[in-house]
């Protein structure tokens, strides 16, 4: 069973910069795509960047375009989310998942798409 575990994260000021990691562990080998999510009170699990373990693929939501990166260390089987300028209203948990790719179907961008999921860290970004 594939376990996803997450560090990093925390409070910081607007403008500031995180970074979060999450490592796979088990049988990661099955797990084609990373992703990492938010979900804010109140609000849906929301995409926020992906990246896909062979080629190195990114993608990432227009709304942290330029400012957030994801980056892979193979070896490790762990994936990075750099975080910067970060806004007040990117206060959230933050999630990272694995796809297996068992629902082709669905895109990358959806919650559903994934199959293995952290346990997810808050972010709180004061102004």
């Known amino acids: 069973q594939v376990q996803l575990v997450e560090s990093g994260g925390g409070s910081v000021q607007a403008g500031g910069s995180l970074r979060f990691a999450c490592t796979a562990s088990g049988r990661p080998f099955n797990i084609r795509r990373m992703g990492w999510f938010r979900q804010a009170p109140g609000k849906d699990r929301e995409f926020v960047a992906a990246i896909t373990w062979g080629g190195g693929e990114t993608s990432y939501d227009d709304s942290v375009k330029g400012r957030f990166i994801i980056f892979r260390d193979n070896a490790e089987n762990t994936v990075y989310l750099q975080m910067n300028s970060l806004k007040p209203e990117e206060t959230a948990v933050y999630f990272c998942?694995?796809?297996?790719?068992?629902?082709?179907?669905?895109?990358?961008?959806?919650?559903?798409?994934?199959?293995?999921w952290g346990q997810g860290t808050e972010v709180t970004v004061s102004s």
């Open positions: 998942a694995g796809d297996r790719e068992t629902r082709p179907f669905v895109a990358p961008t959806a919650p559903f798409r994934y199959e293995y």
